[in-house]
């Protein structure tokens, strides 16, 4: 059975970086962020329903790579589960219910210890933010019960922490 790991974590906290190195390293597919796309094609505009598109497009992508491959996703739904309730008040059937269905083998939480890098989409660039994010993320990934390796720092340091955990668990798989 093909199992999937997810890099996740706060804005500008490395995740795209880390997850295309896991991806090289373990040769799995790699998948990107699909808000991106989603974003790029609607001019950075988006409301509640977007966030649900943005779901679909993200869990297709995956579930269609992992018919061929072990798979490490930068960021998944539970990405979009905060980021609807922090910016809507809420949190959309379709995006909660996919999120429980479709949990990972294992998630890499990126720490927001990483210098802020300016996007046009990136909307939280303050420290304290970021650090909201992180904890909200830490608490849903415990509530769900799904393994987690926290990364902090810059480097190769960082990636061979992440490497080594995801290696663990693919061994005691």
């Known amino acids: 059975m093909n199992t999937r790991w997810v890099v996740t974590g706060p804005e500008s906290s490395g995740k795209t970086e880390l997850s295309k190195f896991l991806a090289k ?6 998948l990107k962020e699909r808000a ?21 497009l993200q869990e297709d992508s995956i579930q269609e790579a992992l018919t061929s491959n072990h798979v490490i996703a930068d960021t ?27 949990l990972p083998t294992a998630y890499i939480l990126c720490f927001p210890d990483l210098p802020w890098e300016d ?5 939280h660039p303050l420290l304290e933010d970021r650090l909201t994010i992180f904890h909200k993320h830490q608490e849903l990934i415990a509530a769900y019960g799904v393994p987690y390796f926290i990364v902090r ?8 922490k992440a490497l080594d955990f ?3 668990q693919f061994a005691h798989r």
């Open 36 to 56: 991106l796309d989603y974003l790029d094609q609607s001019q950075g505009e988006y409301g509640l329903e977007s966030l649900v598109e943005i779901a679909k």
């Open 76 to 102: 998944d739904l539970l990405n979009l589960f905060i980021w609807a309730e922090m910016k809507f008040g809420e949190v959309p059937l379709e995006i909660s219910k996919n999120l429980e269905n479709h």
């Open 166 to 168: 995801l290696q663990n």
């Open 119 to 123: 996007h046009p989409y990136r909307e």
């Open 153 to 160: 720092g810059e480097g190769l340091n960082r990636k061979q």
């Open 25 to 30: 390293e373990l040769s799995f597919s790699w």
